[in-house]
């Protein structure tokens, strides 16, 4: 698997109003018509270029959505004020009441939350699955059954999604594959490997400066444009329109995705082998040891590495709540939820992003008390962070004290 995204992305160049070298942000709600007729032929969809209503679109949304669609590869993408207002959005514009929908059992907090509880005013219901075990996957889905739904490396155990399999397996029963890949952004081509609908949060490496949210549907023209549509469309109806100068800086800062990543993911790679080489049950996708290490090899990108995310098993919620203080004391990055961000982030997913998951299927489907997530920064060193990290971890006696040789 080689798709060339970030060479693709490299060849977008966009001129401002004025000649600018970044595109002017389209600063306006609204848009005027020269004639009546064009207004009411925009509102029947039947007018290209002519912008009507912000929530509709607006250029600075286009401008982001075509490096997006670019990124991943896909004939269009659609650009939303966060990541659960893409998911919404998709999973609305796919399921009628009464329908069903096949899912990883490990993915965002947010989104378990969404298919479990919120889909049930509508009798939706959700066979949460293990998406690594197609015969499971299979034998769930019913004629009821509208996607299959996945995160290509799964939010918090970094389980990797066998996405061609699946895509195999979805379309042959005529259902469309859904990825979310927002924790492997140009490491997975999501949609290269087959998957019809691939999201994105923004939020995270993509934008890559925690400053805002945002999210993505990188999809075919027909389905972006459905999402649109003035008369059933989710994301038109429902109203999760990102800001046009949000999207002009998310814009900017996605030309430096491609260096970020192979940082993240050399950092995070380097740390998940040394702590796991001390005797931490580290999970990371680039070991040997993790389970979907061939998968991921298989249809990753190799030049952008296996990742920025890693969690580390500290044994109890009492010592990852004690190491995530000193972590943050020591300047090593923050005890904050989210990812993607040039420091290191950190926090325990049972108690915070995946809180909405009752405890007893947190401890089914291995997501331990002890458990940390680390979104790991872009660290210029990292072996002083490591070495910082260690000592934390001793003077907590979390690990041993290293013989000092003398
Ligand atoms: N998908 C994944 C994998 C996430 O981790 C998150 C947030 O943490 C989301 C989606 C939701 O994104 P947002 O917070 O931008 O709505």
Redesign the pocket.
């Known amino acids: 698997m080689d798709y060339k995204a970030s060479e693709n992305i490299q060849d977008l160049q966009y001129f401002g109003e004025f000649g600018g070298v970044n595109p002017s942000i389209s600063d306006s709600s609204t848009y005027t018509f020269l004639s009546a007729k064009t207004m009411f032929d925009t509102f029947e969809g039947n007018t290209e270029g002519c912008y009507l209503y912000s929530r509709h679109s607006s250029p600075s949304n286009l401008y982001l959505g075509e490096a997006l669609a670019q990124l991943e590869g896909t004939e269009s993408a659609n650009v939303y004020a966060?990541?659960?207002g893409a998911?919404s959005s998709v999973i609305m514009q796919l399921c009628n009441a009464n329908k069903h929908i096949v899912c990883s059992r490990t993915i965002?907090g947010?989104?378990y939350a969404f298919l479990k509880n919120f889909l049930k005013k509508f009798n939706i219901s959700t066979s949460f699955i293990d998406i690594t075990d197609l015969e499971i996957v299979e034998q769930s889905i019913t004629p009821k059954t509208k996607m299959i739904y996945c995160?290509a490396v799964s939010?918090p155990l970094l389980e990797v999604a066998d996405i061609q399999s699946l895509s195999r397996l979805a379309k042959k029963h005529g259902i469309p594959l859904v990825v979310?890949n927002?924790?492997s952004p140009l490491n997975i081509n999501a949609a290269k490997l087959g998957a019809e609908i691939v999201i994105h949060?923004l939020?995270?490496f993509i934008n890559g400066s925690s400053d805002c949210?945002?999210?993505a549907v990188c999809a075919s023209t027909d389905f972006c444009l459905s999402l649109k549509d003035v008369n059933d469309g989710a994301g038109m109806l429902l109203g999760s329109t990102l800001d046009s100068l949000r999207a002009a800086s998310i814009l900017k800062n996605m030309r430096t995705l491609h260096v970020r990543i192979k940082k993240h993911s050399e950092n995070a790679h380097y740390l998940a082998a040394a702590f796991e080489k001390d005797g931490l049950k580290a999970v990371y996708p680039g070991l040997e040891s993790h389970p979907g290490h061939e998968t991921m090899k298989n249809q990753m990108n190799a030049e952008y590495g296996f990742g920025g995310l890693m969690t580390l098993d500290v044994g109890s919620l009492e010592n990852a709540n004690a190491l995530m203080e000193l972590m943050q004391k020591e300047k090593l990055g923050y005890l904050a939820v989210?990812l993607g961000f040039y420091k290191t982030l950190f926090s325990a997913p049972g108690t915070s992003?995946s809180s909405e998951i009752p405890l007893e299927e947190q401890e089914e489907l291995g997501l331990s008390q002890g458990l940390i997530r680390f979104s790991i920064g872009l660290d210029n060193d990292i072996h002083k962070t490591y070495l910082t990290m260690r000592s934390c971890m001793e003077e907590l006696e979390i690990l041993p004290k290293k013989a000092v040789l003398v």
Do not use: H, L, P, Q
């Open positions: 966060s990541g659960m998911i965002y947010g989104t995160e939010n979310d927002t924790f949060s939020t995270k949210v945002a999210g989210s992003t």
